[in-house]
């Protein structure tokens, strides 16, 4: 268990309101990353942290922004949600800490997200 | 850019019986890591595996082994007296070490649905 909880876990929402999915990690990691699952494509990254404020692009990260304002906190904020944007997300963490890389990732239970 | 490969979109495999299921990877690096996750019906990821490429001993982890031939970029799990409880879609995935600490990527195949019968 790597202590993460995810919130909502199940969303409703409808084409061009914003939605935010909430992170929390309850262990200090420093690294945390944010994927979408959809059918014949596995999972991919939208976006990941490396510390507090600090954040970069993923291979899918148009229509999405992130924040991080705490070390146990990362937001996933969709601006206008569009229908191509009903997915599964989920959250994910690295035990690596700034002077040791673990190479693992671990993951949260995972946010279903419809736009209708 | 690397990509994850799992040909098998489907399996199924009697209680107690063996199953092996496949991926390969295509990548120029020489150092990485590859990995197995299980999602089972409730959608989580959980790691099942990990392997290092610079080891050459394969991974195991209980019933659960690799076949990892790095010249063939072949990475296949095997799942040994199988039970029910390992109903799931399987997930190979690949990580190329990064140089920053915490930007460690995953790529993910397709994945595998492996159904365990009764």
């Known amino acids: 268990d790597a202590g993460i909880t995810q919130s909502p876990r199940h969303k409703v929402t409808e084409t061009g309101t914003p939605v935010t999915l909430r992170c929390h990690q309850t262990?200090?990691?420093?690294?945390m990353y944010w994927y979408r699952q959809d059918p014949g494509h596995g999972l991919r990254l939208i976006h990941y942290?490396?510390?507090?404020?600090?954040?970069d692009k993923g291979e899918v990260s148009d229509g999405y922004s992130v924040s991080r304002s705490k070390t146990e906190d990362f937001l996933l904020t969709l601006e206008s949600a569009t229908s191509s944007q009903t997915s599964v997300y989920f959250c994910?963490?690295?035990?690596?800490?700034?002077?040791?890389?673990?190479?693992?990732?671990?993951f949260g239970e995972g946010s279903w997200l419809t736009v209708v | 850019a690397q990509t994850v490969t799992q040909s098998q979109p489907e399996m199924s495999v009697q209680e107690a019986e063996t199953v092996t299921l496949s991926c390969t990877y295509d990548?120029?690096?020489?150092?990485?890591?590859l990995f197995w996750y299980k999602q089972p019906p409730s959608r989580q990821m959980i790691l099942v595996i990990r392997?290092?490429?610079?080891?050459?001993q394969n991974a195991t982890e209980n019933r659960f082994s690799v076949n990892f031939q790095k010249a063939a970029k072949s990475f296949s799990l095997k799942i040994s007296d199988s039970q029910l409880g390992d109903t799931a879609m399987y997930f190979c995935?690949?990580?190329?070490?990064?140089?920053?600490?915490?930007?460690?990527?995953?790529?993910f195949g397709t994945g595998t649905r492996l159904t365990i019968i009764p």
């Open positions: 392997q290092e490429a610079y080891k050459q």
């Open positions: 995935a690949f990580m190329k070490p990064s140089l920053n600490f915490g930007n460690e990527k995953l790529t």
């Open positions: 262990e200090n990691h420093r690294y």
């Open positions: 994910a963490i690295s035990e690596s800490t700034r002077w040791r890389a673990e190479n693992t990732i671990y």
């Open positions: 942290s490396y510390g507090v404020k600090d954040t």
């Open positions: 990548t120029s690096e020489n150092n990485y890591y």
